[in-house]
């Protein structure tokens, strides 16, 4: 069956940075394109980052962009969230999510109606 496991949360200080993964199995994961989404508390969820099943494009949320990267290793079935210069407005549960379909394009919107299975979500804590 298919899982996702995020690992690499904790507490960083303003301007800190953290990298998270999220170890795939249970699909072919070089044939997905994978995104990362968070919830602040009390918030909805947000869609942060996104990338191509082999790794050719990747989008971003206004509000990580020039911050955060997203990257992927298809020989270990795993993608990353590298997020630098952290605030504490990027504080919450992150979570990672495989394509529904496929066939990802340009037209192809990012987002959590796109998203078949989730991680379990791990805490990023923001704080000084």
């Known amino acids: 069956q298919v899982q996702l496991v995020e690992s690499g949360g904790g507490l960083a200080q303003p301007g800190g940075s953290l990298r998270l993964s999220c170890a795939a199995s249970?699909?072919?994961?070089?044939?997905?394109?994978m995104s990362w989404f968070r919830q602040a508390p009390g918030k909805e969820l947000e869609w942060v980052s996104g990338?191509?099943?082999?790794?050719?494009?990747?989008a971003y949320a206004s509000s990580v962009k020039g911050r955060f990267t997203i990257s992927r290793d298809n020989a270990k079935n795993t993608v990353y969230l590298q997020m630098n210069s952290l605030k504490p407005e990027d504080t919450g549960l992150y979570y990672c999510?495989?394509?529904?379909?496929?066939?990802?394009?340009?037209?192809?919107?990012w987002g959590e109606g796109f998203i078949d299975y989730w991680g379990q979500g791990i805490q990023v804590t923001v704080s000084s």
């Open positions: 999510g495989k394509d529904v379909g496929r066939v990802r394009t340009k037209n192809t919107p």
């Open positions: 249970g699909f072919t994961f070089s044939s997905y394109g």
């Open positions: 990338i191509y099943s082999d790794g050719s494009d990747t």
